[in-house]
């Protein structure tokens, strides 16, 4: 039996490590690689980040509102230009596509605390001798 999921995002999640001489010429590739994707159909965000204790090390992260929508940025020439931007990292490159199932809002905090929707425990079982 194969259950089929609806996802309803995807999020592209790069991480890398530059050297010191390549770190301005590697965020400047960046956006403009987070300009082009926001202007394309399907791209929900894209954003870039510098880790807090070691700003050599950079955070890349694109939504996209489907499969769909990944798979035709992958065969693009957007997705040539990221792996390029790869190849600059001093590492081994972190890239990860996460399938987002749901996503919930300040609703879901404010209902734990409140302690509506809690998870019941399961009734005890019962044997009979």
């Not at 530059?18 to 399907?42: K, M, N, Y």
């Not at 997705?79 to 919930?104: D, H, K, N, V, Y």
Request: glycine fraction near 4%; proline fraction near 9%; charge should be neutral.
């Amino acid at each position: 039996m194969i259950l089929a999921i609806a996802v309803d995002m995807i999020e592209l999640r790069l991480l890398i490590h530059t050297s010191r001489q390549h770190t301005r010429p590697v965020i400047a590739a960046f956006r403009a690689l987070a300009r082009w994707a926001r202007a394309e159909p399907g791209c929900l965000s894209a954003r870039l980040f510098l880790a807090d204790g070691d700003p050599r090390c950079v955070c890349y992260v694109e939504t996209w509102e489907s499969e769909e929508a990944v798979r035709k940025m992958i065969r693009s020439p957007h997705f040539s230009r990221l792996a390029a931007l790869m190849e600059l990292g001093t590492e081994a490159p972190e890239c990860q596509f996460r399938l987002i199932a749901e996503t919930r809002g300040l609703e879901f905090p404010a209902s734990v605390r409140s302690g509506l929707n809690e998870p019941r425990d399961p009734p005890p079982k019962t044997t009979t001798p």
